[in-house]
């Protein structure tokens, strides 16, 4: 069961203002998401290593060369707000 | 608490450097300072969907240098996570980092052990344009991406350090460690080495932690020296006064010396880590262990060791010698003129006379002096040798600093051999003796200190041609002492 508190936690980690409609409808959904996973509880794991990639591959690596970077003005296409070349944004200082 | 026990302050350190990589920790844009905003980003730095971060191998390599100079346990296979925060600085508003399994851990730098090593990207630089001005009444920031995805090593040490001042001297000796290895500019005001401390103060002899404040982002260790005692002196203050320490950041004010709160983030230690889905894990094979192990140069901690015990040379010269590696190397090559220059001597005339003569000179740096290891070491040897007297050799000195003199052909040329004719020195001594009869006969009736000034007035005679040690002796067989 996930209570209504979680769900305004993880609401404000993620800068999310819900609605009480909204608050309720998660509560309900999140709590069913996690009873699904909590299924996994069930199965005996004991000696296995936890796993934290699927796939059996180790230092895939990258040479230290440089690559072109973007053009600034594609850049910066998808900003709502550019300045000076920056990407301009609403100041986090200014949250409540 | 009982508040009447002596307190002690308990101090560790978590310290972010700047690799530098050509390129970003897990994309091919350029590392960049300074450059115009926003010119060194690419789909992966600004996370664009679907895209696939790939390790840089020479930050991985960097950061098992750093290990093996920190005589740290290398992980066998270590794994990136990520670590959720929601902040403009980051667009995937999660910073790949490592968590439960650092590349390395359970090392030491000298008196220090390191409790983790582990690698991550920094994040970019914002501007709060309306705290500087830049836009009247603005609450907005601007975000500049260059900086986000720079590879970073942190170092996390064990709570081993007690005061300001030790915490400099670590540092400095942290920073010459990771200059040497030639992996970071370790430049502090450009933010490529940044250090937070973590401060708290318990019972003297206590093994229990006090509640901890952290103080951030210090840009010079002196600063963080006087930072720490501010905070120190604080908490104890709390402490005295019956009050309790509350947990929170700090930002000191160099410039008043004031401690301030930063607002604390709240929830701000809600990571919500998960393993990092797009890297596989790091197993780092025994031929980067080795070459790893095989590109340590000598570093300073080992330095300053060999300079004391197997050169004699002073404690502080050795320290000051071993965190430059230039001044180490200049060192090396003043020894290197003759077998017969005691290197203690040598040492002290580098860090001592010649470097004051520098600053005097116009501030001049190692690499701009004319003068020449090899001259200095031939300077050294008319001192040791006793054909010229030291203030002489300060005259020369400063000859050489200006002109990049030969230091033999000055001597020369201004005659300033030493007089060796005992006695030309002492018909010398005899006349000051006559021309100074009140503190000849200061010192006759005892009082030793007046010496000086007969000393002196031999020194004037001989333009500083005399060995002071002779001289005094002389004058003090000649006064019957």
Redesign the interface.
Known sequence: MIEREQVL?VA????LKLSEEEVAVLERELSSILDHVDRLAEIDIEGVEPT??V?P???????????P??D?RR??EGAP?P????????????EA | MTGTGELEAVIGLEIHVQLS???KMF????LSFGD????????VC?AHPGVLP???????EYALLIAAALECEVAP?S?FHRK?????DSPK?YQISQFDIPIAGAGRLGDVRIHRVHLEEDAAKM?????SGRIQG????????NRGGTPLVEIVTEPDLRSGAQVREWGQLLRATIKQLGVSDVNMEEGSLRCDANVSVRPSGSDRLGTKTEMKNMNSFRFIERGIEAEIARQKEVIASGGKVVQETLHFDPSTSELHSLRSK??AH?Y?YM?E?D???????RAMLDAAAGALPELPAGRSRRYREDLAVSDSAALQLSFEVEWAEFFEGVIAHDTEIEPRAAANWVTGEFAAELRKQGDQGLSETRVTPDALGALVKLVGSKRISHASAKDVLAEMVAEGADPLEVVEERGLEQISDSGELEAIVATAIDENPKPAEQVRSGNEKAIGALVGAVMKATQGRADGGEVTRLLRRDLGL
């Not at chain 2, 959720?84 to 403009?88: I, Q």
């Not at chain 2, 890297?279 to 094979?285: D, N, W």
């Open positions: 936690h404000r980690l993620s800068r934290s990639h796939v591959l180790e230092n895939v690596l990258r040479e230290d060369l440089p690559r970077s973007l600034r850049a910066l707000d300045y000076e070349g920056a990407f301009r944004v609403p100041s986090p200082q200014a | 990589t050509r390129t994309c091919g844009c350029e115009q905003p926003n010119v060194h980003t690419c789909p600004l790939v390790p840089n191998r020479k930050a991985i296979r794994i959720n925060y929601f902040y403009p508003a501007i709060h344009v309306g705290e603005s609450d907005a920031s601007l975000v500049d991406f709240e929830e809600d919500r393993p889905p890297l596989v894990p790091i197993a780092p094979t």
